[in-house]
């Protein structure tokens, strides 16, 4: 993970102090990993993939934890996926009322890049800078007003958001 989403993410763990439960959606550790920012909490990854830190191999959206969870942490994921909807439904599922949803997802003008291991992408890879307005569709139902912030310098979208 490239340093400015995980300065978002330290920035926002600052403020997450009450947090029991985790999941880091797409979290598998290619170049760095916000696990450490809830060393209390206990703490889950799931992926698409099996690698470094993940402790679930499932597609997210087949896939439910065993009880609510305070925080859902999908950090540079959504630009790799074709169903952003999905995805993100299916962490609403996982967050109990009023649980936090942390977004960090590529946006213009970045580069496309593999989920596999940040280079070109590959064979038969899906791969779509996300917008400020796909990313509010896709959070329209469901969620408090969320906080999007699109970083054109560093072509990154962050969002802050509560499950109602």
């Known amino acids: 993970m490239h340093a400015e989403a995980m300065g978002w993410l330290t920035e926002q763990?600052?403020?997450?102090?009450?947090?029991?439960?985790?999941?880091?959606l797409g979290g598998?550790?290619?170049?760095?990993?916000?696990?450490?920012?809830?060393?209390?909490?206990?703490?889950?990854?799931?992926d698409l993939h099996p690698g470094p830190g993940v402790d679930v191999v499932a597609d997210c959206?087949?896939?439910a934890p065993d009880d609510k969870v305070d925080l859902v942490v999908c950090a540079e994921v959504l630009e790799h996926?074709?169903?952003?909807?999905?995805?993100?439904?299916?962490?609403?599922?996982?967050?109990?009322?009023?649980?936090t949803l942390l977004v960090t997802a590529a946006a213009e003008p970045r580069a496309p890049h593999s989920h596999h291991d940040g280079g070109p992408l590959q064979?038969?890879?899906?791969?779509?800078?996300?917008?400020?307005?796909?990313?509010?569709?896709?959070?329209a139902h469901g969620w408090y007003d969320p906080e999007i912030i699109h970083d054109e310098v560093h072509g990154d979208i962050y969002c802050r958001v509560q499950r109602r």
Do not use: K, S
């Not at 763990?13 to 880091?24: F, K, N, Y």
């Not at 996926?81 to 649980?99: C, F, N, S, Y």
């Not at 064979?123 to 800078?129: A, L, M, S, T, V």
């Open 81 to 99: 996926t074709d169903d952003v909807p999905g995805v993100l439904e299916a962490a609403a599922g996982w967050l109990r009322q009023g649980g």
């Open 28 to 46: 598998r550790n290619i170049n760095g990993t916000p696990r450490g920012l809830w060393p209390a909490a206990d703490y889950t990854v799931i």
């Open 123 to 139: 064979p038969g890879e899906h791969y779509q800078n996300v917008t400020r307005a796909a990313l509010a569709d896709a959070l």
């Open 61 to 63: 959206r087949d896939w």
């Open 13 to 24: 763990a600052a403020t997450l102090t009450d947090v029991d439960t985790v999941i880091d």
